[in-house]
């Protein structure tokens, strides 16, 4: 049995879907099932990865995990959710954490809470695999308000390159680590085929979409104000503004072959991405 965190997130309904695909039995954990919206055949698990004991009880029966976990609570979530797998006698947790975890030069918030959590899954003796992948493609969902009302792209630091991934090579590996075997003490790091910049991702959506679209390059302050008026907290928009700002430095554009290397598939273009979610960016009738 599977036990899946962050079931209704970007990579976690990826992998629901491809663990469903395979037939393999899992559990998906959530705070709010009823707000799920996954498949009805799934067996869902109400908890908190801020709750121990409600991690008590998701683990049950439970021989591997997903883990995902987001923001300043990353370390602290990790420890909870290791050390209930561990009382669990769970033989193996696959860990979502952050690309740049392994740039060791990169000392803002993102890699640090994650090198945190890291260390407490190996802390708490059960057989990892980490998976850092670079940034996602999903992150243009965030330009869809912008193209369907002014047919442009705001974003910051036009001069950088990120070797986007999609969230289903990155549940593409994740869902091998689980269900196939050699992957323990692994640290896999994912990214596409091709580094691309804000202004080529808008290119390749205007041309996926069939209408014209422009570029626009903001300053960092303010899409940080974006951020904030959009609900994101302080703390989190200052770590969120710190990791967009590498875009500009070398380690973000590297292609790694490891989606291919893992999957036996090579990872998805960005061109694929956008067809796939055309739908979100349509402009209503
Ligand atoms: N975006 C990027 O470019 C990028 C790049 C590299 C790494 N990452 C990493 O990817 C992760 C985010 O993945 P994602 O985008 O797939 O997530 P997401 O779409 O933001 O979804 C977050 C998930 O976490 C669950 N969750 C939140 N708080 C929880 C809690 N206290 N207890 C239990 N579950 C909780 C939510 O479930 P419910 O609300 O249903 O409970 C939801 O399923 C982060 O660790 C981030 O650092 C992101």
Do not use: C
């Amino acid at each position: 049995m599977i036990l899946v965190t962050g079931a209704t997130g970007t990579v976690g309904r990826e992998l629901v879907g491809q663990l469903l695909a395979r037939g393999v039995r899992m559990r998906a954990m959530t705070r709010r099932p009823e707000l799920a919206e996954l498949p009805d055949d799934i067996e869902m698990v109400r908890a908190d990865l801020g709750d121990p004991d409600s991690l008590t009880a998701a683990m049950r029966g439970v021989d591997r995990v997903f883990l995902l976990s987001s923001g300043p609570e990353i370390p602290t979530h990790d420890a909870n959710l290791a050390q209930a797998a561990a009382r669990a006698g769970v033989e193996h947790i696959v860990k979502l954490s952050s690309g740049r975890t392994g740039d060791d030069t990169a000392t803002d918030p993102i890699p640090t809470w994650h090198r945190a959590g890291e260390q407490a899954v190996r802390d708490s003796g059960v057989p990892w695999t980490m998976v850092r992948p670079l940034g996602f493609m999903a992150n243009a969902l965030h330009w869809v308000g912008s193209i369907r009302d002014h047919g442009a792209v705001y974003a910051p630091f036009g001069q950088g390159s990120i070797a986007v991934v999609d969230p289903h090579d990155i549940a593409a590996v994740a869902t091998s680590a689980l269900t196939t075997e050699s992957h323990e003490g692994q640290i896999y790091t994912l990214s596409g085929p091709q580094p691309l910049s804000p202004g080529e991702q808008t290119e390749i959506l205007a041309d996926v979409l069939g209408r014209p679209l422009r570029y626009i390059e903001v300053a960092p302050a303010t899409a940080r104000q974006s951020l904030i008026d959009h609900g994101v907290q302080d703390e989190m928009a200052d770590a969120i503004m710190a990791l967009r700002a590498t875009a500009l430095e070398a380690f973000t554009s590297v292609v790694h072959p490891t989606v291919e290397h893992i999957t036996g598939v090579l990872p998805r273009p960005f061109r694929v991405w956008a067809e796939n979610h055309r739908a979100h960016f349509a402009r209503a009738a």
